[in-house]
């Protein structure tokens, strides 16, 4: 828990989740790993980072670009009709960029999966990797997707709440 607090520490956080998951697809009888090989934690973290942002990109790109539009066309004297179209353009674009980013949530306990089984670089960067393992096991990730979203949303903020509460009284 005390590496999740640090930056540097989602990097070996990411890898051994992607070790538990490799062990519970294994159906292995202790599923949660030790911290006994933190260094491949590490690099299998990296290598999911590296993936994700790879995936990630087509979405920074669109947001970029149409932000810069948005703020060069604003500046403009006198925008014109220009302003309102690209606005509504914009708009268009961040709800694809919404649903691609909800698909790229989807492919990640996948891609966690494929990380730390060894894939190569040109199987984890080809999302339909990732995309034919989810539907092979659609159900287990789907439900381990959403107990992962409740303990994101719900005992996440409880936890660090308790922790700073509990900073502040010793």
Known sequence: ALLALTGIGMVGVF????????????????????????GNYF????QFIGV???WSLPAALIVIGSSAALTLTAMMDD?????????VFSMCLYVLVFIYIIILNVLSPPLWLLVAEGGSFRTLVNPKSA????????????????IGWLIVFFLSPLGAVVCLVGAFFT
Do not use: T
């Open 131 to 146: 995309w034919d393992l989810f539907r092979m096991n659609a159900g287990s990730f789907l439900i381990a997707m959403l």
């Open 15 to 38: 890898g051994w989740l992607g070790e538990l998951a490799r062990r519970v697809a294994a159906n292995e009888k202790s599923p949660l790993p030790d911290w006994s090989d933190i």
């Open 79 to 87: 925008p014109g009709p220009i302003l309102p179209i690209l606005s």
């Open 52 to 54: 994700a942002l790879i």
């Open 43 to 46: 690099i299998k973290g990296l």
